[in-house]
């Protein structure tokens, strides 16, 4: 473009155009350049009196304010568009105010087209969030292109091309403030990262910028490095999907196949929300947390992921296919399940865990339910609720139920490796009653009393004496008591051999919570109606 285009085109981006209606069709230029009412009265149309000095002063005064103005403001009348005006000049080429075409949800038309450019670039990640964008950017130069959601009132949500990139060597938190996240704007079908150069394309935009520096927010920057899609990284046009496995309130999950980076195939899950077609950034931002967290983990006894497809929506998390159901399920339809399995069951859940403590991450939400089988072997799944670090605490009550959630839980909101240990040993207590709801028949406000007064449930009673032992002294406990995961692996390594050789046998089944329990409790709420009634004695009666 031209410079004279150029100057226009950044006038009219950086001028904020009269938006009051005229009040008639045809406004003198004089009206509109604001004159005085003795200079609007002079002819509009064929100008004063050529050669005057009067005409001389009159022009000169017109081009200073012209030049003052915008030139996307300017309105010309329609006898001067018609070409009667006198003041013959050379056209100057003029930015008329463009109507700008936002990149909003409603535009069904534009942005499906420009997707299809944008998944075209090899350095284009789809819906990244900014969080995956420290692991992926590290070297000054290096450059991506993704799409963002921002929510504009209630329910306007508008999407944005983002130019990611870094501009300098720095680690840490220090390095976040070297990535940043320009916006490639779009008006009058010209795209912008900076308003005085606009481009005719995304890729016109990129190259410029490949060869020249630019200038953003924290100073200049150059394009030299594009960043490619990950390994883990797919398009939707890699996924074919299949049956649906199984449906939620706000998602699902499909059987499906992955055509994998090398050629070859591989049978998938494929979770995903529900039909809305576009996503709220939080459920973009929710769905990518727990592929975050998975996506480096390589261990037997915790679900593999393949990878996001995520280049459009909605996002698919593509897991390792599982064709055993869940633990939870298992127990409830299979009779007589062998100790040896039971067994076994709490061992992998144990060892899965201890490999995601060692990496780092507490899973918050260890239950049968997320645990999955596959030819006997369990492995750990859901990382929704997942967080890096050895601890974690939440300001608001989490979406786990009450029977899972250890005492420092139920009394401060926080979480740990040790808590997760707690919720293992209610997984266990699910494995030896086939499925049921652990503690069955006592309410969640009786349970949470109980527990936070340490008041702690015995396994049930079909439980080897020798695991109801060592649950009951190690597992629930407090939590200076509480043993860490790899102990729980050695001793469940321990009691694996003792099935085989056929030392350890199955307790006798009776009710499924102990009758001891059930004493304690009923004890422990006499003493507190007794408490409750001697306090009521000691107040002295009025005379």
């Not at 786990?400 to 005492?407: D, S």
Request: aromatic letters at 8%; a positive charge; charged letters at 30%.
């Amino acid at each position: 473009m031209a410079s004279k285009d150029a100057r226009s085109f950044a006038l009219y981006v950086n001028s904020k155009p009269n938006k009051t209606k005229s009040t008639s069709k045809m406004i003198p230029a004089a009206v509109a350049s604001g004159r005085s009412r003795r200079s609007s009265m002079l002819p509009t149309t064929d100008g004063p009196v050529a050669g005057s000095r009067r005409d001389k002063l009159e022009r000169s005064k017109r081009g200073t304010r012209d030049r003052e103005r915008p030139e996307a403001t300017l309105q010309p009348t329609e006898k001067s568009a018609r070409g009667k005006s006198s003041r013959r000049k050379k056209k100057k080429p003029q930015c008329t105010a463009p109507e700008e075409k936002s990149l909003m949800t409603s535009d069904r038309e534009y942005f499906p087209v420009l997707e299809k450019t944008l998944r075209g670039f090899k350095f284009y990640h789809g819906f990244l969030p900014r969080e995956d964008l420290q692991a992926t950017l590290h070297n000054p130069g290096d450059y991506l292109i993704r799409v963002s959601e921002v929510v504009e009132g209630e329910s306007k949500v508008v999407r944005e091309i983002i130019l990611s990139l870094m501009t300098g060597h720095m680690e840490g938190k220090q390095k976040e403030k070297r990535i940043h996240n320009v916006v490639i704007k779009r008006v009058s079908n010209k795209f912008f990262c900076e308003a005085a150069r606009p481009f005719a394309t995304v890729a016109d935009l990129i190259n410029y910028y490949t060869k020249h520096t630019g200038h953003c927010s924290s100073g200049n920057f150059q394009l030299k490095h594009p960043i490619l899609q990950q390994t883990w990284e797919f398009m939707h046009s890699d996924v074919t999907v299949g049956d649906v496995l199984g449906e939620g309130a706000f998602g699902k999950v499909c059987a499906g196949e992955l055509r994998l980076k090398d050629g070859s195939s591989a049978e998938v899950a494929i979770k995903m929300t529900k039909a809305s077609a576009f996503l709220s950034k939080m459920k973009i931002k929710e769905m990518m947390n727990e592929a975050r967290f998975i996506r480096n983990f390589n261990h037997k006894n915790v679900v593999r992921l393949y990878g996001v497809a995520h280049d459009e929506q909605p996002l698919y998390i593509l897991l390792e296919l599982v064709k055993g159901g869940s633990l939870q399920d298992y127990m409830k339809q299979t009779k007589s399940v062998p100790l040896a399995d039971r067994i076994n069951f709490c061992l992998g859940a144990a060892k899965g865990l201890a490999y995601l403590h060692q990496n780092n991450c507490i899973h918050r939400d260890i239950a049968a339910r997320n645990c999955l089988l596959h030819e006997n072997e369990v492995k750990i799944t859901d990382f929704g609720l997942s967080r890096a670090g050895p601890s974690y605490t939440t300001k608001t009550s989490c979406k786990i139920p009450i029977k899972w959630l250890a005492p420092e839980t139920l009394a401060t909101l926080s979480f740990s490796y040790a808590t997760d240990v707690y919720s293992w040993g209610v997984t266990c207590y699910e494995v030896f009653v086939d499925g049921a709801e652990p503690f069955e028949g006592v309410s969640n406000a009786t349970i949470k009393a109980d527990i936070m007064a340490n008041n702690f449930y015995p396994m049930p009673s079909m439980t080897p004496d020798e695991v109801k032992e060592y649950m009951s002294s190690c597992i629930f406990v407090e939590e200076s008591r509480r043993a860490t995961i790899p102990l729980a692996v050695a001793e469940f390594e321990r009691f694996a051999r003792m099935c085989e050789d056929g030392t350890l046998q199955m307790g006798k089944a009776k009710n499924r919570l102990l009758a001891v329990f059930k004493n304690n409790s009923d004890r422990s709420r006499k003493s507190q109606r007794s408490k409750r009634t001697k306090k009521k004695k000691e107040v002295p009666k009025e005379e």
